[in-house]
């Protein structure tokens, strides 16, 4: 079965905004918990994961990409930055301490913000379809 562009497209969005994505197998029914990284009390979600292991013996799991390749993402969108002092300023910061947060803290508040988020986006869509393919699905 073909999983539709706008299923990927809706896990990328809730993996951007720090969920786990349990997609099911068999209905293409998508599923969505906070993943235990982004918080502190899990147990409140723990009993919806449970449900979803439950009911759903055949079933995808979808996490936020792993830092070292979120960082490859800034990494490529910051030498893309047509603006020669913006460029020099986020490829700068990727070097030093905190780099996730210094990227977002001047990506986020420069003219680029929106592209920013557009590239992520796409990168995300990547990743999620190179996930599928090696679970063997069509898209």
Sequence with gaps: MKVDPKIISEIAQQLEAGM???????????????DWDEILDYELWEKEENEIL???SNYVEFTKMESHEAFDVMEEFAVKIEDINLR?????????????????AI????????KWFE??????IEYI??????EEFDI
């Design 20 to 34: 786990k994505v349990y997609l099911n197998n068999d209905t293409h029914e998508i599923k969505s918990i906070l």
């Design 54 to 56: 439950q009911e759903w």
């Design 88 to 104: 020099e300023q986020v490829i700068n910061v990727l070097g030093r301490k905190r780099p996730f947060a210094n990227f977002k």
């Design 107 to 114: 990506v986020e508040t420069s003219d680029y913000r929106d």
């Design 119 to 124: 590239f992520r986006r796409k990168k995300y």
């Design 129 to 134: 379809e190179n996930k599928l393919e090696a």
